[in-house]
């Protein structure tokens, strides 16, 4: 398994480089302890609701070894990159926060927070700490990638009869509280204009121009956009609960396998991402495993379930 929430939400679990040893503890990465009260909130990033705000249920024992997996390897990370005395400014983690914040009213921002059990303070110290293990993977491991010209030709060769991917145009508008998402959801049904809805209530920055996200591969965005290849043009999804609010999505067109052709640069270009992000995966794998090897890790059973909490 390779580190699979690094980014701005990643790294719930190390708050503190201080932590004494808790009751709850699941696993301890050098200095770093993760507990199972980190697998829940880490849970509650990737928690996907219903219409009707119920949490779409999966696998407990299964999600809750996923989450403390790739927790795992974000404190790996976390402790290469502290051992060389890498830092995150101030400045940095304010900037990373104001982008986060966006047109979020404070009570807003306060509910988005409390709906996963943060506090302002709290939810800093993750950025500070995910900020950091994004320096690492920067410029300790993807710098290290690169792609020669006689690789995207030879890939070129052997795809040539490969037929190109399906992708999607669609738009989202993004909340923070689940009634108001299930409000304007159903305005839009009613016949809202979806442009309309997210120039008026989302709070991302694509909201200016109508929530519209472009054109996108199924590998060029996260999971959450995976349904947009099974929907139709025009088709609303139902509400979503991600890392940053709760989503809508609509899909305007659609391209199949079938119907799309692109052409040489187009796929030059596309080869040459594909390429690259393999190099980075390969490079992220071999890094993970010798972290494995320079700091000790130790695991246990839970004493207790998510679902006793």
């Not at 999600?63 to 290469?80: G, K, P, S, T």
């Not at 101030?90 to 009570?107: F, H, M, N, P």
């Not at 204009?193 to 996200?213: C, H, M, N, R």
Request: proline share 3%; aromatic share 6%; with cysteine.
């Amino acid at each position: 398994m390779v580190v699979v929430t690094l980014g701005l939400f990643g790294c719930e679990s190390q708050r503190d480089s201080a932590q004494t040893a808790r009751a709850d503890w699941l696993a301890k990465v050098g200095a770093i302890t993760i507990g199972l009260e980190d697998v829940v909130r880490h849970l509650k990033f990737q928690q996907i609701d219903t219409p009707e705000g119920d949490p779409v249920l999966g696998d407990d024992a299964l999600l809750q070894a996923e989450a403390l997996e790739a927790l795992i390897e974000e404190a790996l990370i976390l402790e290469a990159a502290r051992a060389e005395h890498m830092v995150v400014s101030q400045s940095d983690v304010t900037q990373a926060w104001d982008q986060l914040r966006g047109g979020w009213t404070e009570e807003e921002l306060d509910i988005w927070l409390s709906n996963r059990d943060e506090t302002v303070e709290s939810f800093k110290a993750s950025l500070r700490n995910s900020l950091l293990v994004a320096r690492y993977l920067n410029e300790r491991i993807y710098a290290r990638a690169a792609v020669r010209a006689e690789e995207i030709e030879a890939e070129l060769e052997r795809q040539a009869d490969v037929k190109p991917k399906p992708r999607v145009k669609a738009s989202q508008i993004v909340v923070s509280s689940l009634e108001e998402a299930k409000s304007i959801l159903r305005e839009l049904r009613r016949g809202l204009a979806f442009d309309v809805a997210a120039t008026k209530y989302s709070i991302t920055p694509e909201a200016k121009q109508g929530g519209q996200l472009g054109w996108f591969e199924p590998d060029e965005m996260p999971q959450l956009y995976q349904q947009c290849f099974n929907m139709w043009p025009g088709q609303l999804s139902q509400v979503i609960s991600s890392e940053y609010g709760y989503v809508i999505l609509k899909v305007h067109e659609r391209e199949t396998s079938r119907n799309r052709s692109l052409r040489p640069a187009e796929r030059a270009k596309h080869i040459e991402e594909q390429l690259l992000n393999s190099n980075r995966q390969t490079l992220l794998r071999a890094e993970l495993k010798r972290l494995r090897t320079v700091y000790s890790i130790e695991r246990r059973r839970p004493t207790a379930t998510t679902d006793q909490l």
